[in-house]
């Protein structure tokens, strides 16, 4: 399954503008949502084709709330996020899979949430998720309910803050170590090259 994550901008409240307005609600109605960062929403769809196709439904609202729309496919990288012009790109052809991985961003996490130590059981697998490739939002950290309405969303235990990316490219198949600040992970965003170099 690919994943969407949106990333509002800090002057709003992303999970609020997007669910009190009806078209984008209706849009996210038959998606389990998650909100793995601070300000966020994730889901998950079928394909890159399919988080594209929602992100072009959605686009009237995410030039207006969104700070970052990325994609996450795992036949690309289980690990990493793409640009949501590079999705697009990768959608359309123009890329292969192994030709993304060259640019990126690569983002501090900051927790924002409670103690790490006073974590339940569920919330084993959002540590483990962030320890294997910093990624917090690899993982649905949230168990399922069931009986949740659609476009409801679940908080996970932990909150994490997206900081200060640093633009890298990837050099041997290593990328550069995120040294902006001190921070407990990252995660790691592949971009066009259009992006990187703007």
């Given at each position: 399954m690919?994943?969407?994550?949106?990333i509002g901008d800090p002057d709003c409240n992303l999970q609020y503008e997007l669910l009190s307005r009806e078209t984008s609600r209706e849009a996210l109605a038959t998606y389990d949502l998650r909100r793995p960062f601070e300000n966020s929403i994730s889901l998950r769809t079928v394909s890159v084709g399919a988080a594209?196709?929602?992100?072009?439904?959605?686009?009237?609202?995410?030039?207006?709330?969104?700070d970052e729309a990325l994609v996450q496919e795992p036949s690309v990288s289980e690990d990493?996020?793409?640009?949501?012009?590079?999705?697009?790109?990768?959608?359309?052809g123009d890329l292969e899979p192994a030709d993304t991985a060259e640019f990126c961003k690569i983002y501090g996490l900051e927790r924002v949430g409670p103690d790490p130590d006073a974590e339940t059981e569920a919330d084993g697998?959002?540590?483990?998720?962030?320890?294997?490739?910093g990624n917090t939002a690899t993982g649905d950290?949230?168990?399922?309910?069931?009986?949740?309405?659609?476009?409801?969303?679940?908080?996970?235990?932990?909150n994490w803050r997206l900081v200060e990316p640093l633009y890298v490219r990837r050099t041997g198949g290593e990328l550069p170590t995120y040294d902006l600040r001190?921070?407990?992970?990252?995660?790691?965003?592949?971009?066009?090259?259009?992006?990187?170099s703007p």
């Open positions: 690919t994943r969407v994550c949106l594209v196709s929602l992100l072009n439904d959605l686009n009237w609202y995410l030039t207006r709330f969104v990493e996020w793409l640009s949501r012009a590079l999705a697009t790109e990768l959608r359309n697998d959002t540590a483990a998720s962030t320890a294997n490739g950290t949230a168990k399922s309910d069931e009986s949740a309405e659609a476009g409801e969303t679940r908080d996970t235990a932990t001190d921070v407990e992970e990252t995660l790691v965003v592949r971009l066009t090259e259009a992006e990187h």
